[in-house]
């Protein structure tokens, strides 16, 4: 069973530009979930993606956006990048089925924004 | 006022010493997540509770659904144990999000 991966690991970005971070979910996990990690901060919800769909979002723009796929792999895409925007993205996979939801984590991407 | 807020932000130990770390929420909730996160950012699950008592090697936590708190607590604590330690709730509204708190940050000296 693999777990949670993302990817890239790190990036750099200037001001005004788009990113696209990506992650696998867990064997088996049909539901993923993005956080935003500010330095200092715990995660902030940004949204989360079950079977496809848009399954609740936390308080962010609409310039961040996001896909999910049929292999349950997902994408977060941020456009109009500003400085604020420089965090460690989480995402985290669970199959909400169970009720257990318990969610695993994969390890982040830092992103940047200069 | 944060949702879910923890206590202290900072903690440091000399080997051997017992660790508690609370964490008090304000709203209802289906569960809540001790989670253990290491310098370069890797969240991993230490427990979710929804009542009780869980224990987990060296690791304790308790939660009181009616006071609406939690609390972490690491026995004979090692250097290994040094990390930020986030309590995350999930709410009633939305059983499938996570609520963080700020996390603890625990350094532990030999």
């Known amino acids: 069973e693999t777990g949670v991966t993302q990817s890239p690991t790190h990036l750099i970005k200037t001001r005004g530009q788009q990113v696209t971070l990506r992650c696998s979910s867990q064997?088996?996990?049909?539901?993923v979930s993005w956080y935003q990690q500010a330095l200092g901060q715990g995660p902030q919800f940004i949204f989360q993606?079950?079977?496809?769909?848009?399954?609740g979002r936390g308080n962010f723009p609409p310039r961040f956006s996001g896909l999910q796929f049929p292999n349950y792999s997902s994408e977060l895409n941020v456009n109009a990048l500003e400085l604020d925007d420089s965090a460690l993205y989480l995402c985290?996979?669970?199959?909400?089925?169970?009720?257990?939801?318990?969610?695993?984590f994969g390890p982040g991407t830092r992103l940047t924004v200069l | 006022k944060n949702e879910v807020e923890q206590s202290p932000q900072n903690l440091t130990a000399q080997e051997g010493e017992f660790i508690t770390i609370n964490c008090s929420y304000s709203?209802?909730?289906?569960?809540l997540h001790w989670l253990q996160q290491h310098p370069g950012g890797g969240i991993v699950s230490l427990f979710m509770?929804?009542?009780g008592k869980k224990k987990h090697g060296r690791l304790i936590a308790t939660i009181n659904i009616q006071e609406k708190h939690s609390s972490l607590h690491i026995t004979a604590s090692h250097p290994r144990d040094s990390a930020v330690y986030i309590c995350?709730?999930?709410?009633?509204?939305?059983?499938?999000?996570?609520?963080f708190g700020t996390g603890t940050r625990l350094q532990v000296f030999p």
């Open positions: 985290a996979s669970s199959w909400p089925g169970t009720g257990d939801n318990e969610q695993f």
């Open positions: 064997s088996g996990h049909n539901t």
């Open positions: 993606y079950y079977r496809e769909e848009e399954n």
């Open positions: 709203v209802g909730i289906s569960a």
């Open positions: 509770l929804s009542s």
């Open positions: 995350a709730v999930r709410p009633y509204y939305n059983t499938d999000k996570l609520i």
